[in-house]
C-alpha cells in the first residue's frame, strides 16, 4: 500500500469501517498488556478535567467508557455514547462489576448526539475525531450539548505539522487499523474549538512510547498490514524517509511514538 494515497472517504463506508474495527476490538480495547498507554494515562486526563460533585457528564464516541467509569465516582452522572453496539456491552460489563450506578450507555452519533441542547456540564472525547472525516461535525455537537460556563476536553492523536510527514504517519495508522482516517496537525484543535465558539483554557502534550508488537495485537492487525508497518520502521532505522512515530529498538523489541494533544475548553 503506498502511504502517501489520498484518502477519500463516504461516511457510509467508514461507518462500515468503524463497526467492523470496533467490534473486533471491544475485549482486546482496554487491556492493559495489549493497550497499557491508554489505561495508565487515564490518571492524567481526570485530573485536568477537573471533574464536580454535580457535574452532568457526556462522554462521546466512548468505545466501552474507560473514560466515564473514571469520572462516574467524582461526578453527579456519566452517559456514554458511542456507535458500537459491541464497545457498550463490553462497558457495561466492566461497569456493572465494578458496581457503577450513575452511568448510562447510549448508542449514538457523534456527528448527531440525540441529547438535548445544553444538556452537559462536562462534555469529552477521547481518541474518537481520528477516525471521521470532519472532525468538525462532532466538535459542533460537543459544543451544542455542552452548557454555558461548562467545559469540552477532546484529546487525541496530533501528526506533524510537515504535510508529508503527517501522511505517512497517517498511512501507518491506517495500516494498523482502517478506519482510522486522519489525526489533525499539532494545534489544530485549539483552533478548531475556537472556531466553534469555545475559549480554551487549557492545551497539554505529551509524547508517549509504545511497543509495536502490542500495538498491532490490540488492533488486531492482518499479518501482512502488520508486516507492512514493521517494514515502515525498520527501513526509517535503516535511514529512510521519517514516517513521524519515530521508531527505536529496545533490548531487540520495536518501539515508536505518538503524539498526544488534550485541549480543554470553556464554554463562554
Same mark, same amino acid.
Do not use: Y
Given at each position: 500500500?503506498?502511504?502517501?494515497?489520498?484518502?477519500?472517504?463516504?461516511?457510509?463506508?467508514?461507518?462500515?469501517?468503524?463497526?467492523? +474495527?470496533?467490534?473486533?476490538?471491544?475485549?482486546?480495547?482496554? #487491556?492493559?498488556?495489549?493497550?497499557?498507554?491508554?489505561? =495508565?494515562?487515564?490518571?492524567?486526563?481526570?485530573?485536568?478535567? #477537573?471533574?464536580?460533585?454535580?457535574?452532568?457528564?457526556?462522554?462521546?464516541?466512548?468505545?466501552?467508557?474507560?473514560? @466515564?467509569?473514571?469520572?462516574?465516582?467524582?461526578?453527579?452522572?456519566?452517559?456514554?455514547?458511542?456507535?458500537?453496539?459491541?464497545?457498550?456491552?463490553? $462497558?457495561?460489563?466492566? !461497569?456493572?462489576?465494578? $458496581?457503577?450506578?450513575?452511568?448510562?450507555?447510549?448508542?449514538?452519533?457523534?456527528?448527531? &448526539?440525540?441529547?438535548?441542547? !445544553?444538556?452537559?456540564?462536562?462534555? *469529552?472525547?477521547?481518541?474518537?475525531?481520528?477516525? *471521521? =472525516? #470532519?472532525?468538525?461535525?462532532?466538535?459542533?455537537?460537543?459544543?451544542?450539548?455542552?452548557?454555558? @460556563?461548562?467545559?469540552?476536553?477532546?484529546?487525541?492523536?496530533? !501528526? =506533524?505539522?510537515?504535510? $508529508?510527514?503527517?501522511?505517512?504517519?497517517? @498511512?501507518?495508522?491506517?495500516?494498523? #487499523?482502517?478506519?482510522?482516517?486522519?489525526?489533525?496537525?499539532?494545534?489544530?484543535?485549539?483552533?478548531?474549538?475556537?472556531?466553534? /465558539?469555545?475559549?480554551?483554557?487549557? +492545551?497539554?502534550?505529551?509524547?508517549?512510547?509504545?511497543?509495536?508488537?502490542?500495538? &498491532?495485537?490490540?488492533? &488486531?492487525?492482518?499479518?501482512?498490514?502488520?508486516?507492512?508497518?514493521?517494514?515502515?520502521?525498520?527501513?526509517?532505522?535503516?535511514?529512510?524517509?521519517?514516517?513521524?512515530?519515530?521508531? =527505536?529498538?529496545?533490548? /531487540?523489541?520495536?518501539?515508536?511514538?505518538?503524539?498526544?494533544?488534550?485541549?480543554?475548553?470553556?464554554?463562554?
Amino acid at each position: 500500500m503506498d502511504l502517501k494515497e489520498t484518502w477519500v472517504v463516504d461516511d457510509r463506508e467508514q461507518h462500515r469501517r468503524v463497526l467492523d +474495527a470496533f467490534t473486533r476490538q471491544a475485549a482486546t480495547f482496554e #487491556d492493559p498488556r495489549l493497550n497499557q498507554a491508554f489505561t =495508565s494515562w487515564l490518571p492524567r486526563l481526570l485530573a485536568m478535567a #477537573d471533574p464536580r460533585g454535580d457535574d452532568v457528564c457526556l462522554d462521546v464516541a466512548a468505545g466501552t467508557s474507560l473514560v @466515564g467509569r473514571g469520572l462516574a465516582a467524582r461526578v453527579a452522572c456519566v452517559v456514554a455514547l458511542d456507535a458500537t453496539p459491541a464497545m457498550l456491552r463490553e $462497558g457495561r460489563r466492566h !461497569a456493572d462489576a465494578a $458496581g457503577v450506578r450513575n452511568l448510562t450507555f447510549l448508542l449514538g452519533d457523534a456527528a448527531r &448526539l440525540p441529547c438535548r441542547t !445544553a444538556a452537559f456540564s462536562l462534555v *469529552v472525547t477521547r481518541f474518537s475525531l481520528h477516525h *471521521v =472525516s #470532519d472532525p468538525a461535525g462532532p466538535l459542533r455537537e460537543m459544543v451544542r450539548v455542552c452548557r454555558d @460556563g461548562g467545559r469540552v476536553i477532546v484529546q487525541d492523536l496530533a !501528526a =506533524s505539522t510537515d504535510p $508529508g510527514v503527517a501522511r505517512r504517519q497517517d @498511512g501507518l495508522e491506517r495500516l494498523r #487499523d482502517p478506519s482510522h482516517v486522519r489525526m489533525l496537525p499539532a494545534g489544530a484543535l485549539r483552533e478548531r474549538l475556537e472556531e466553534a /465558539g469555545m475559549r480554551v483554557t487549557a +492545551a497539554d502534550t505529551v509524547t508517549v512510547e509504545r511497543p509495536v508488537a502490542q500495538w &498491532l495485537r490490540q488492533a &488486531l492487525t492482518e499479518g501482512d498490514a502488520a508486516a507492512a508497518v514493521v517494514d515502515q520502521f525498520e527501513r526509517e532505522l535503516a535511514g529512510g524517509e521519517p514516517t513521524g512515530l519515530r521508531p =527505536s529498538r529496545r533490548d /531487540g523489541e520495536l518501539w515508536f511514538e505518538q503524539t498526544w494533544e488534550t485541549t480543554i475548553a470553556v464554554k463562554p
